[in-house]
């Protein structure tokens, strides 16, 4: 499997104007990042509408690095306007967007960030824009996230039923009762069901212990599960400790990144 980070582990020194994405991408490379994720609302200059130079010279920068853009995530809704909800139409020709956006930066994975309840929404949504994904090469990877049980998004992915819809669980689902936000531990064996669907995985962490561990995440277990089962898509890691305490960026995403290599190599 490839490991990485998500640039918005260095949330803190991005949002305190201290780094800008092409900072964070430099010092991904440096920590020995296979490749990132990059948030299209945080990260990318002029969104939403950036320069196609803008897009460039990040796409141009991770493979001067020799990384890969793992996954393009971005935020999908109806309520994007200050006048009106978005039209169904409105919604179609945004995602339609997106998707060329995140093939134009070479990316294999788009998480678009969508409240979609009840799932046949999600289904509707992804259907008519199937054609989009298949034509660019993109995979529309669902976000599974706590506090949504693991098997929130299954009935979606069997509807579907397409290589170009698949699966992004977030390691929230399985931290135990003291991590933040936690309402629902769940059993580590309801991950290997999401196994066959999985592309991408956001490694979430909120602290570490003096060992260099997340005493709240069971690293060891989930990656073992992701490397038993052949695994060869690419895990981020995600650092949200920044907003408990604001840490320099760096030396909390070479701790996460040792973890990830840890269990991961």
């Known amino acids: 499997m490839k490991l990485g980070l998500s ?39 002029g969104w939403p509408n950036p320069s196609l130079d803008d897009l460039t010279a990040i796409r141009e920068l991770v493979a001067s690095l020799g990384m890969e853009i793992f996954c393009f995530s971005c935020y999908f809704g109806r309520n994007v306007r200050s006048d009106r909800p978005q039209t169904q139409d409105e919604m179609v020709h945004h995602a339609k967007r997106m998707i060329a956006m995140t093939s134009y930066l070479g990316a294999k994975v788009m998480r678009p960030a969508f409240n979609a ?14 054609p989009a994904l298949e034509k660019y090469g993109v995979i529309w990877g669902v976000e599974l996230h706590a506090p949504h049980p693991p098997e929130y998004y299954l009935e979606a992915l069997e509807a579907v ?14 931290q135990g009762p003291n991590a933040p936000g936690q309402i629902h531990p769940n059993e580590l064996s309801t991950f290997e069901p999401l196994l066959e669907y999985t592309v991408h995985c956001h490694a979430k962490a909120h ?35 920044w907003f408990i305490k604001d840490v320099p960026s760096e030396r909390t995403a070479r701790t996460l990144f040792a973890l990830l290599e840890k269990h991961g190599r």
């Open 7 to 45: 640039l918005y582990s260095f949330g803190a020194d991005v949002h305190a104007g201290r780094m800008d994405v092409y900072d964070a991408i430099r010092a991904a490379a440096e920590i020995g990042c296979d490749g990132v994720e990059i948030i299209a609302e945080q990260h990318i200059p």
């Open 117 to 130: 309840s009840p799932v046949g929404i999600l289904v509707d949504y992804v259907t008519s824009v199937l």
């Open 161 to 174: 039923d397409s290589p170009w819809f698949r699966l992004v669980p977030d390691f929230s689902c399985w």
């Open 207 to 241: 602290m570490f212990d003096e060992n260099g561990d997340e005493p709240n995440t069971p690293y060891r277990e989930l990656m073992g599960m992701l490397a038993d089962h052949g695994f060869d898509g690419s895990v981020a890691g995600e650092y949200e400790g």
